[in-house]
Nanobody
Framework: QVQLVESGGGLVQAGGSLRLSCAAPGSIFSFAVMAWYRQAPGNQRELVASIMRGSSTIYVDSVKGRFTISRDNAKKSVYLQMNNLKPEDTAVYYC?????????WGQGTQVTVSS
């Protein structure tokens, strides 16, 4: 069973920073498009940022200029550096690995931003 292991969530004041980490099995990481999604209460899960195998990135407009996604191929990990956090960033953040024909998900990590 493939497991994505997330860490780094927590409680932070508005304007603060957090860094999320996600480790993936080597069997899929090298081939996967890695991404972070989030889901706030009452909302659908939305894509926050994704990074291709060649390290090109995509961001949702609301986080552009504040969040940075990166991947470390040696450590089989993907990161989400979140700066200038806002209360509307409060959500459960999920790591995702997409390979042809399948999506793998982490268990989610809570990010709470207080005003």
């Amino acid at each position: 069973q493939v497991q994505l292991v997330e860490s780094g969530g927590g409680l932070v004041q508005a304007g603060g920073s957090l860094r999320l980490s996600c480790a993936a099995p080597g069997s899929i990481f090298s081939f996967a498009v890695m991404a972070w999604y989030r889901q706030a209460p009452g909302n659908q899960r939305e894509l926050v940022a994704s990074i291709m195998r060649g390290s090109s990135t995509i961001y949702v407009d609301s986080v552009k200029g504040r969040f940075t996604i990166s991947r470390d191929n040696a450590k089989k990990s993907v990161y989400l550096q979140m700066n200038n956090l806002k209360p509307e960033d409060t959500a459960v953040y999920y790591c995702n690995a997409e390979v042809p024909g399948y999506n793998y998900w982490g268990q989610g990590t809570q990010v709470t931003v207080s005003s």
